[in-house]
Structure formats: structure tokens, C-alpha cells
């Protein structure tokens, strides 16, 4: 006897499961909790099978008797129904994980493993968001440079230049993951080279007089700021390391009696371990602010209550915008001055003064160098001329604060 919307929608559930029938092997099965699915028996190569259609109410009587239907008509060409939806189910999943949001999802994921830090995860996130609301939902395999392009030119057409340079780098590396994992087979954005506007390029604002800038350590001294964001300043100004690598610092990072501090790979600009030789001002200045901080795992915790991106804010590091914003109201406009820019006043500074090679200043701002032997090598036979230059470069700082006499540098004969 066949259903009916009405028998189907009053169909009580018992102890054991029910299986009411339609006819020509349609089955509403009825569980003990009451779950109502569709099931289709039907013989294939002279063995029984079932096909399950789908849950009642999303699948109704009406739409279950054709999918019946369907089957049957496929079943009388001579393929099996079941193995039809298998197939189906299986291209349909293998779909959705090749899309280009998938592969970026898991070529995050790897990058989380392989320990990236938060702020460089986030910094991708940010930029493949860009991308997809164009091509997010494409199979990765099928989006043309054409797409990619769109995706590109909108950000463009924002006037954001250097983030749509990053996000041509980032999208093609989520094309080259696919590759890599055989989901697809070319890069279209190696065909972009060259179709976007350069962006402009923006120097780092600092300051490299002597007399001015021992005029900011002065501001820095006389800050009535935060304690942390006051050290993080002087830090920067005796250590000169980028503002990222010092605000994400751990103690755990740092060997006070060895005066050293070792930044891990994953920190790093090139991924590469980086030590630095700390002054007696430093190690002081550190362990003052130990004092402070020392009982939890960051130097310079950021304040405040409430959450951030599922994080409490006291577990989270003060911004660079913390750094930054301190200069202003200190009166340093961001084309005077930078958190970055210490490491540009160093730069200048220790270059000019002629008494440093030119190897271990390039060491001490951590530029790596391109062939292997050489960084080697350098590696090791700069850190004693490192370690004095880290002292001789506080007691030069501690002059230009207190006022000293400002003594031009003459060049150093080559």
C-alpha cells in the first residue's frame, strides 16, 4: 500500500526500527528516536542492494518517489544506482576540499605547524581575505590569471599598492601548495609579474643626527608612559632589533648573566636564529623590568581586561601601534620618527663613526647573508667584535642623552 504525507507525518516511533514501504523498493525506515530516512532495495547483478535517499522531511514523499524514478531508469540502462551516488558523493567531496579556499586553509594550517607565529598567520589571513570573496569558491585547478587579476586590481583600485603586491606573493604560494599536493598543475600568478602598478617606495622616518637623536632618548627618559612600553623604547634605541622580535620576546629568551639574548628562527625576518649581545645598560634595564613582568612568559605584556581574537589581552604583547603611538605623544610625527627607525639610526650611526667593519654591523641588523660558507663563517668570527660594539653603542647613547659634546664622525679610510 502506498504512503501518504499524512500516514508519513503520524508515524509513530517504537522499540525496534519500522519500515514502512511505497512500493517497487521505496522504504521509509523510522528509528527507535524517531529519525525518518528514505531507503530504495533493489537487486544488481543478482545481489540485493540499498541506496539511502535522504531524510524525511528534507527529501518529501514526492521528491523520494522520483529519485525512485531515476534510479530506476539507470538501473534499466545497466549501472548500479548505489554505485552512481557513490561515485557522485565522493567527486562532490573531493570538490569542495580543491577549492581555493581549502587549499588556503590547509596551507595555513601547515604554516601553524611548521611554528609561524600568530602575527604572520594573521598577516596571511588578512591578505588571502582579499582574494576570497573572487575566487574562494573556484576549484583551484580551473581559476585563470584573468580571476586572480580581478582579485588583484580591486585592491589596487584602493590605492593599496604594496597590498596587492603582497597578495599576488601570498595567492601564488597557495597556488604552488596545490601543485605540490596535486590539485592543480600552474601558478597564474607567475603570469602577473608586472601588471600591477609598483608601489611607491616609503622609507622608514628616523632620526640620524647625533644631537637630535639624543635629544628623543632624553623624551624617551622623561616618558610618563607605561613601564613596559618606556623599556621597550630604550631597547629598541640599545639593541635596535625589529620592533616585532622585541615585542613578541619571551624571558625565556634571554640569559641575563651571559648577557645574551637568543631570538628563535620563527621569530626572525629570515627564519634564521638571531643572537644579541646585550650591554651592561641592557642587562640592567632588563632586569629592572623583570621585576615588573618576570612571572608571566612575555617581556612586554599588553594591559587591559576583555578579550582579542580569543585571547586575554595580559596574554597578548603590546603593539607596535603602542610603540608608535608613544613617539607621538612625545611629539615625534611618523615622518620624524618610527619604532623601525631606531634600527635605521643605528644603521647610519655605527656606519659613519668608522670604527665597526661593515660585516658585523650587517650582522647585528640580522641582514643574512646569500651564500651560505660566508654566513657561516661570519657568524661566528663577528660576535666578539659584536660584543664590544653592543657596549661602545650604549656608552654612545648614554653620551647623546646626557648632552655630551656632539664629535663629527670623518669617513673610515678605505
Not at 654566513?375 to 657596549?391: F, G, L
Amino acid at each position: 500500500m502506498s504512503l501518504s504525507d499524512v500516514k508519513i507525518r503520524t508515524a509513530k516511533a517504537t522499540a525496534t526500527m519500522q519500515k514502512l514501504s511505497d512500493g517497487e523498493g521505496l522504504q521509509l525506515w523510522i528509528s527507535p528516536v524517531g529519525g525518518k530516512a528514505w531507503k530504495l532495495a533493489y537487486r544488481f547483478g543478482g545481489k540485493q542492494k540499498k541506496l539511502s535517499l535522504g531524510n524525511y522531511p528534507d527529501i518529501s514523499l514526492q521528491r523520494a518517489r522520483e529519485l525512485r524514478a531515476d534510479a530506476k531508469r539507470t538501473l534499466a540502462e545497466g549501472r548500479d544506482s548505489g554505485e552512481l551516488r557513490r561515485i557522485e558523493k565522493l567527486t562532490a567531496g573531493n570538490a569542495s576540499a580543491n577549492t581555493f579556499n581549502a587549499v588556503a586553509d590547509e596551507l595555513l594550517e601547515r604554516k601553524r605547524r611548521e611554528g609561524r607565529t600568530e602575527n604572520t598567520i594573521e598577516k596571511i589571513v588578512w591578505i588571502l581575505d582579499f582574494a576570497r570573496p573572487v575566487i574562494g569558491e573556484r576549484p583551484i585547478s580551473e581559476i585563470t590569471a584573468a580571476e586572480v587579476l580581478q582579485a588583484l586590481r580591486a585592491v589596487e583600485a584602493r590605492g593599496r599598492l604594496e597590498t596587492a603586491r603582497r597578495m599576488r606573493s601570498v595567492v601564488g604560494e597557495v597556488f604552488r601548495f596545490a601543485i605540490a599536493t596535486a590539485r592543480a598543475t600552474n601558478d597564474p600568478t607567475f603570469a602577473l609579474r608586472g601588471a600591477l602598478m609598483p608601489p611607491k617606495v616609503q622609507h622608514r622616518a628616523a632620526l640620524v643626527a647625533p644631537a637630535d637623536f639624543g635629544a628623543l632618548l632624553r623624551a624617551i627618559d622623561g616618558f610618563n608612559g607605561q613601564p613596559t612600553t618606556t623599556a621597550a623604547l630604550k631597547l629598541l634605541a640599545l639593541l635596535f632589533p625589529r620592533p616585532g622580535e622585541l615585542r613578541l620576546a619571551e624571558w625565556q629568551e634571554f640569559n641575563l648573566p651571559d648577557a645574551v639574548w637568543v631570538i628563535p628562527a620563527a621569530r626572525t625576518k629570515m627564519r634564521r636564529e638571531h643572537r644579541v649581545p646585550l650591554s651592561k645598560q641592557a642587562v640592567g634595564l632588563l632586569r629592572e623590568l623583570h621585576a615588573i613582568t618576570g612571572r608571566g612568559k612575555l617581556v612586554f605584556p599588553g594591559y587591559g581586561v576583555g578579550s582579542r581574537a580569543g585571547k586575554p589581552i595580559e596574554q597578548r604583547p603590546i603593539s607596535e601601534n603602542t610603540l608608535n603611538g608613544a613617539l607621538r605623544r612625545m611629539g615625534y610625527g611618523q615622518d620624524e620618527m618610527t619604532a623601525h627607525g631606531f634600527r635605521s639610526t643605528a644603521s647610519t650611526l655605527l656606519n659613519e663613526c668608522g670604527l665597526w667593519s661593515a660585516d658585523a654591523i650587517e650582522r647585528a641588523l640580522a641582514h643574512v647573508e646569500q651564500d651560505d660558507v660566508r654566513k657561516a663563517y661570519n657568524r661566528a668570527a663577528h660576535w666578539d667584535e659584536r660584543v664590544r660594539m653592543a657596549q661602545w653603542w650604549a656608552d654612545h647613547l648614554d653620551s647623546l642623552r646626557d648632552g655630551a659634546q656632539v664629535i663629527e664622525f670623518k669617513p673610515a679610510r678605505a
